[in-house]
């Protein structure tokens, strides 16, 4: 019933960019706050980004500030991180995190920055 669908991965060169997407059903999408997490072969999952049920509050981890943006449309119940300026070191899995009473994850897509 729930279901979190990220998509949007794939292989990109060092500096070039990519948008994530998490398509949300199941719930409703806006009374939770979303989240970016992604984890790196034989690393920790470590969060990326989070916005807030109404998109005005937004945070990130230090690694990330200034070159990720997380956004939401609520309408379309569907949470968004653009990465610009991308890294080797952001290669990972990128998972989608809805958060209320209960949490939700998806299952994750795979990015990879590299030449």
């Known amino acids: 019933q729930v279901q979190l669908v990220e998509s949007g991965g794939g292989l990109v060169q060092p500096g070039g960019s990519l948008r994530l997407s998490c398509a949300a059903s199941?719930?409703?999408?806006?009374?939770?706050?979303m989240s970016w997490y992604r984890q790196a072969p034989g690393k920790e999952r470590e969060l990326v980004a989070v916005?807030?049920?109404?998109?005005?509050?937004?945070n990130y981890a230090d690694s990330v500030k200034g070159r990720f943006t997380i956004s939401r449309d609520n309408a379309k119940n569907t949470v968004y991180l653009q990465m610009n300026a991308l890294k080797p070191e952001d290669t990972a899995v990128y998972y989608c995190?809805?958060?209320?009473?209960?949490?939700?994850w998806g299952k994750g897509t795979l990015v990879t920055v590299s030449s």
């Open positions: 995190k809805a958060r209320s009473g209960m949490d939700y």
């Open positions: 199941g719930f409703t999408f806006s009374r939770y706050t």
């Open positions: 916005i807030a049920t109404a998109g005005g509050i937004t």
